[in-house]
């Protein structure tokens, strides 16, 4: 059994796989740790895998390589690699270099001294454009709003087996890893790593689909929308009725006529609200839908282990 299983979800970064192997060896070998590197393809449509079969050839036993059936997103590729993972600790990596293998030694240091289930590695400064930078901190702002969590999340983590295996209950074909671990610990700490340019390949990411995955989150893992519809109905509830008892008083009080604009607004306000309120709901059924339907969280095409 190695020390460490290390899993990077792959997704056309053909450019930047050899050197983030290379980096990824010279670390654990310059901290004494034994290791499985794991490299889940997401769907590239590059040479990722290309490349990754070059690299399991040269490397058959440190390097796990597996391709999935088409692209499923970064969570479930981590999930993939986690079902394979091996090791004592885990750590999750992007494959784009921009978190350096070097600092996984901050990461074991941490683990060490605080015994924790999970350590995430946090940017003092995040070397993205502005548009990104602020769509991600609007993201995680909110989530850790909705969430109540205490600190901010990354996909650069070490966490103990247990905690990662804990991860393979959920078959939903959504997964959103960083509120899972949040029902299975508390104990998780934070330590702050270099976060440098992207040397390769432009982010995958963009404000539109990280708009998706919070909404997702948001659906999959909440009943805040739910709770907005029933206060939003409470709401619009009290404000038709003080309406309507101003209409009322008007009337009674002065003969002043009700009149077809007062009629108008009354029933889009309600209608909107009921047209609102399905919307989510049908949301709601949708996911439901496809859990019911056992869609899978991925499928292997390939693996070369």
Not at 51 to 59: D, G, I, P, R, T
Request: charged letters at 20%; one cysteine or more.
């Amino acid at each position: 059994m190695p020390d460490y299983s290390i899993i990077v979800p792959v997704f056309n970064s053909s450019q930047s796989l050899v050197e983030l192997h290379q980096r990824v060896a010279a670390t654990m070998k310059k901290l004494h740790k034994t290791y499985h590197l794991i490299m889940v393809d997401d769907g590239s449509s590059d040479e990722s895998w290309e490349v990754l079969q070059q690299l399991k050839s040269a490397n058959p036993q440190e390097v796990t390589a597996i391709r999935l059936a088409k692209n499923y997103g970064q969570h479930n590729a981590t999930l993939c690699g986690i079902a394979k993972a091996d090791g004592e600790f885990i750590i999750t990596i992007d494959d784009d270099l921009q978190q350096p293998p070097e600092e996984m030694g901050k990461l074991i240091l941490q683990m060490q001294q605080s015994d924790a289930d999970l350590v995430y590695g946090i940017y003092s400064k995040k070397q993205h454009s502005i548009a990104r930078n602020m769509s991600s901190a609007f993201i995680k702002g909110s989530g850790k709003h909705i969430f109540s969590k205490k600190g901010e999340g990354s996909s650069f983590r070490l966490m103990k087996a247990h905690l990662a295996k804990s991860m393979l209950n959920h078959r939903q074909n959504f997964i959103y890893l960083d509120e899972l671990f949040y029902w299975y610990t508390n104990h998780i700490e934070f330590v702050t790593i270099n976060h440098v340019p992207r040397p390769y390949q432009k982010s995958n990411y963009t404000p539109r689909s990280l708009y998706f995955m919070l909404s997702n989150v948001v659906i999959y893992y909440t009943a805040l929308p739910l709770q907005l519809m029933v206060y939003g109905g409470m709401i619009s509830s009290i404000i038709s009725f003080l309406i309507g008892m101003v209409f009322i008083y008007r009337k009674i009080a002065r003969d002043v006529p009700l009149g077809f604009t007062a009629l108008i607004v009354a029933i889009l306000f309600s209608t909107s609200i009921i047209l609102l309120s399905l919307g989510v709901i049908s949301e709601y059924l949708s996911r439901i839908y496809m859990v019911q339907n056992h869609k899978p969280p991925y499928a292997i095409k390939d693996l070369l282990d």
